[in-house]
């Protein structure tokens, strides 16, 4: 157990829908980070936000969004849904914000879109 | 590219050989790399990194090698077990990019008894 925990863990919802995924992180952890993993796009970095501050944004749609709360918890938007966002959505924490801070995953939301 | 779908190219072992998977990375200006594991119905595991000024690194029953003049990493894993069963990605960043790493397809390694 990698101490990230995301909710749900599966979700199915239908096209044009909006859906919410919870990321909270490892205690003490500051950063957490959000990423896309579908079979023709591999694993895909969305966005990071370290300490409520987004510090870098990576291939997250328009139509997606994220947040960090004061207690350091996280929510990914997802709006407008396609079939194509059908993917595992991951979260992860580390303790700095830096590359070469390890960042631990939790086990993952898998959104099916229909 | 894939990543944990059902077309990932794959690497089969036998338990105890030494496996050794390969990455292509993309960007010359990367410095900085990461191999993580991902088992089934779980979420990427750091394994071993390395920097750019580096071309070796050794952790426990794993190395990974750098050649930046061909830009391909490789991950070596000793004496194989059972548990090594996964799907194994290459990362690739730079600094000033904080965790924006860019993934590898990944391979899927399979050890046999």
């Known amino acids: 157990d990698s101490g990230v925990t995301q909710t749900p863990k599966h979700l199915i919802t239908a096209t044009g829908q909006r859906v919410t995924l919870r990321c909270s992180p490892r205690?003490?952890?500051?950063?957490v980070y959000w990423y896309q993993q579908s079979l023709d796009q591999g694993l895909q970095f969305l966005i990071q936000?370290?300490?409520?501050?987004?510090?870098a944004k990576g291939n997250i749609l328009e139509r997606f969004s994220a947040q960090q709360f004061p207690d350091l918890h996280s929510e990914l938007n997802l709006s407008s849904l396609e079939l194509g966002d059908s993917a595992l959505y991951f979260c992860a924490s580390s303790v700095g914000g830096g590359m070469n801070t390890e960042a631990f995953f939790g086990q993952g939301t898998r959104l099916t879109v229909v | 590219g894939e990543s944990v779908g059902l077309h990932l190219p794959t690497l089969s072992v036998q338990e105890g050989d030494n496996s050794i998977i390969n990455c292509a990375y993309s960007n010359s200006a990367s410095d900085y790399f990461i191999w993580y594991k991902q088992e089934s119905g779980k979420g990427p595991q750091f394994i071993i990194d390395i920097r750019s000024n580096m071309d070796k690194r050794q952790g426990q029953r794993v190395t990974v090698l750098l050649n930046k003049t061909v830009k391909h990493l490789s991950l070596q894993i000793a004496a194989t077990q059972p548990g090594d069963s996964a799907v194994y990605f290459c990362a690739e960043n730079r600094e000033g990019y904080g965790q924006n790493f860019v993934f590898g397809p990944g391979t899927r390694l399979s050890v046999l008894p």
């Open positions: 936000y370290y300490n409520g501050e987004e510090r």
């Open positions: 205690s003490g952890d500051l950063s």
